[in-house]
């Protein structure tokens, strides 16, 4: 019966810690969505901005991958002034292109 007792006890611990752990994970993701979104607001014109919200409308995973590249650049201080809508066209273009380009060989 004490063994039962020590089971429970030893499992009920490792629930509050992996929700602890869970927890720790949704703050760091939180606040790193509000970082990424706070360099987005600042170095994206209007339009720029509502042309990503667009593309993340039809394409999550293409509109994740250019936040996440030019949240890296903005970190980084490649970004020197605001990105247009034209320039992030040509920003979208070039991360599609990339994954159309492939041969086939026979």
Avoid: C, Y
Wanted: charged share 40%; hydrophobic share 35%.
């Amino acid at each position: 019966m004490e063994e039962l007792r020590e089971i429970r006890r030893r499992k009920l611990e490792d629930l509050r810690k992996q929700d602890q752990i869970a927890q720790e994970q949704d703050f760091i993701t939180q606040h790193l969505e509000s970082a990424k979104k706070t360099v987005l607001q600042r170095f994206l014109t209007k339009e720029a901005r509502e042309r990503l919200s667009n593309v993340k409308a039809a394409r999550p995973e293409l509109a994740q991958q250019v936040e996440t590249a030019l949240f890296d650049a903005a970190q980084a201080g490649a970004i020197q002034s605001q990105i247009t809508e034209d320039q992030l066209k040509e920003i979208l273009n070039r991360a599609t292109s990339e994954k159309k380009d492939f041969r086939i060989i026979k």
